[in-house]
Structures are given as structure tokens and as C-alpha cells.
């Protein structure tokens, strides 16, 4: 009843301003009430309250009760390098893949610490330790300054270890990022390929259509197609409604955009790297290890296990939690 509920309230935020902004504050209030919550009883709360489903912990066999296994077990100090968007960059380089990294315009700690007139007409401005705080600058058509500082401060506050229990973001210092923007004159929207990455290995490509709005932040209704690893299109949904898989084509360089995901992806049982194609030029955009925070509906169901097969929880990368 909880799960339905949830479901229709965040239908309703998707549709309303208000709404989405009474669901925001709400949300908030009750994560910082839950604080106190051990991360195992947070786990199965948020499953049940997301899924409907009760969380196997002891013998997980789905894909998203591997993930929030691997949430409560897995303290390689890796994840937390790779999951800040800044440090993540030095990561890149390390293997020998600076030339993917997009420009950086700048770092600050704080939101009235950005120059704004020294920036270019364009940029993408996010922070570097959570989901979904971003926004595009544009000279032409500015922003409120106010309400930019207002928000992006009050964000930097936020330890987003607490709305998932995402070990991996809890020890992150928050920092804002403007980036160049990236367009692809090829497509009306820049489009996102999720490589989903099992040991190290390609299994499926979730490519991600209009995941921004106009003004850069993000787009409730973005849809998303699922691929095989040859981009065969598979009848699969996971959190999103499908595209009209005409709409795009494999991109250019393909195969090295593979290569690149799991040379990315090597160390870890199993992450998500996204990477952007712009005219055939290939930019990293971050890793994600806990897709949809092991909360998005996998349809058909039966795909909710096969991709778990694919997770060796006891393999010997997956440094475990001391006891």
C-alpha cells in the first residue's frame, strides 16, 4: 500500500512545481528523521517502500538486492574516488584516458565563489557529490544568481550518503563543477550510454533520451531504451518508459566507447559507466554503482535476476566491511 502510494505521490511531483517541491521538503525531513537507522534496517525500509518487495540479504539473487548487498558490504576506498565527480577525473587519467575528460572551467566550495562573468557563454554547472543538482549557465538568457547560490549551497550541506546509504558518497567533500557543454548537432538531445559493467565486462547498454531540460536540470521525463552489448534493442524496461527506437542509431565508434567502459569498470564487481558520443568524439560522464539507488522496477521481472546473476558477491575484489 506504502509502495503504491510513493508511486502515485512521485507521478504527481513529476507533473506539479509545487508538488515536486512539498515532495522535496518532505523527502528531506523524513531522511534526516531516519538518520539514526542502521544502514541494514534503512536497506530493507526503502526496498519494501520502493519495491514492494521484501529484501533478501542472506542469499540475494535479484540485480537490485545485489546492489544494496553490495551497499552494505563493499568499503573498497576506490568507490569513493570514482564517485566524486572531481576526483573521478585523476581516476581517468591514471589509465591513460585524459583525452575523454570533458574541459573543467572550474571548482568552488561555495556557490558565490563562481565568476560568472568570467565564464563562457555556456556551461554545465553540478555538484560533485550527489544526483540531480545541476544546471546550465547561459549568458544570454541568465539564470537568478540568487536562487542559484540559495540552492547550490544549501546542496552542498547535504551528505547524500543519507538519502541511499550510499557508503561511497558519505566521506566526500562537496565541491561545485562547471564544465563545457556538449552538444550533438546530430541529435535534438545530448543522449547518455550507460554501460551496465559486470566484472569488468559489458552485459547491456541503458541509453538514456532528453535526461535534461532546457535549462540543464533534470528531466522526470526522460525515457530510456535497453541494448545487448552488440546494441541489439531488447524488450526491457528498468525505471523508465521506452523511446521510439528509431530515433537513434549506434553511435559512431562504438567498440571504443566498450573498451573504454571496461577499462573503467576493471576493479569493481559491477558499476555503470556513462559516456557521451558527440560527432563521433567520445566524453566520460561518471561511474554509478548502485543504479537507481537498487530501487527501479525491472521489467519483465525475470531480468531482475539474470542481471543479478551476472554479480559475483563473493569475489575477491569486493573488499568487505571489517566485522
Given at each position: 500500500m506504502i509502495h503504491n502510494l510513493k508511486n502515485k505521490i512521485r507521478e504527481l511531483s513529476n507533473k506539479n512545481r509545487l508538488a515536486r517541491n512539498i515532495y522535496s521538503i518532505a523527502n528531506t525531513v523524513k531522511v534526516n528523521s531516519l538518520s539514526w537507522v542502521s544502514d541494514e534496517t534503512f536497506a530493507k525500509m526503502k526496498y519494501k517502500e520502493n519495491r514492494g518487495l521484501t529484501l533478501n540479504l542472506d542469499?540475494?539473487?535479484?540485480?537490485?538486492?545485489?546492489?544494496?548487498?553490495?551497499?552494505?558490504n563493499n568499503r573498497d576506498p576506490l568507490l569513493?574516488?570514482?564517485?566524486?565527480?572531481?576526483?573521478?577525473?585523476?581516476?581517468?587519467?591514471?589509465?591513460?584516458?585524459?583525452?575523454?575528460?570533458?574541459?573543467?572551467?572550474?571548482?568552488?566550495?561555495?556557490?558565490?565563489?563562481?565568476?560568472?562573468?568570467?565564464l563562457p557563454d555556456q556551461a554545465f554547472i553540478k555538484t560533485n557529490h550527489g544526483s540531480g543538482t545541476n544546471i546550465l549557465?547561459?549568458?544570454?538568457?541568465?539564470?537568478?544568481?540568487?536562487?542559484f547560490i540559495k540552492n547550490f549551497n544549501k546542496s552542498l550541506k547535504q551528505n547524500y550518503y543519507l538519502q541511499s546509504r550510499e557508503w561511497n558518497y558519505k566521506d566526500i567533500k562537496p565541491k561545485i563543477i562547471v564544465e563545457k557543454v556538449l552538444e550533438d548537432k546530430d541529435n535534438s538531445s545530448l543522449i547518455d550510454y550507460k554501460f551496465m559493467c559486470f566484472h569488468g565486462e559489458v552485459k547491456l547498454l541503458f541509453v538514456d533520451y532528453e535526461t535534461a531540460s532546457k535549462d540543464g536540470t533534470h528531466n522526470p521525463y526522460a525515457t530510456r531504451n535497453i541494448y545487448d552489448k552488440n546494441f541489439n534493442y531488447l524488450d526491457v524496461k528498468v525505471g523508465r518508459e521506452h523511446f521510439d527506437k528509431f530515433l537513434i542509431s549506434k553511435p559512431k565508434?562504438?567498440?571504443?566507447?566498450?573498451e573504454y567502459a571496461e577499462k573503467l569498470s576493471n576493479p569493481f564487481p559491477h558499476c555503470r559507466v556513462d559516456l557521451y558520443n558527440v560527432n563521433g568524439q567520445i566524453f566520460f560522464g561518471e561511474i554509478t554503482f548502485?543504479?537507481?539507488g537498487g530501487n527501479q522496477k525491472i521489467?519483465?521481472?525475470?531480468?531482475?535476476?539474470?542481471?543479478?546473476?551476472?554479480?559475483?558477491?563473493?569475489?575477491?575484489?569486493?573488499?568487505?566491511?571489517?566485522?
Open positions: 542469499n540475494p539473487k535479484r540485480f537490485n538486492e545485489k546492489l544494496w548487498w553490495l551497499k552494505l569513493t574516488i570514482c564517485s566524486d565527480k572531481y576526483l573521478v577525473r585523476d581516476y581517468v587519467k591514471d589509465l591513460g584516458l585524459e583525452h575523454i575528460l570533458n574541459d573543467l572551467y572550474g571548482v568552488y566550495e561555495r556557490a558565490e565563489d563562481i565568476d560568472f562573468e568570467e549557465w547561459n549568458k544570454e538568457n541568465p539564470f537568478n544568481k540568487n536562487k565508434k562504438y567498440k571504443k566507447m566498450i548502485y543504479h537507481g521489467v519483465p521481472d525475470e531480468w531482475d535476476y539474470k542481471m543479478g546473476n551476472w554479480i559475483n558477491i563473493e569475489s575477491s575484489k569486493i573488499k568487505l566491511k571489517s566485522k
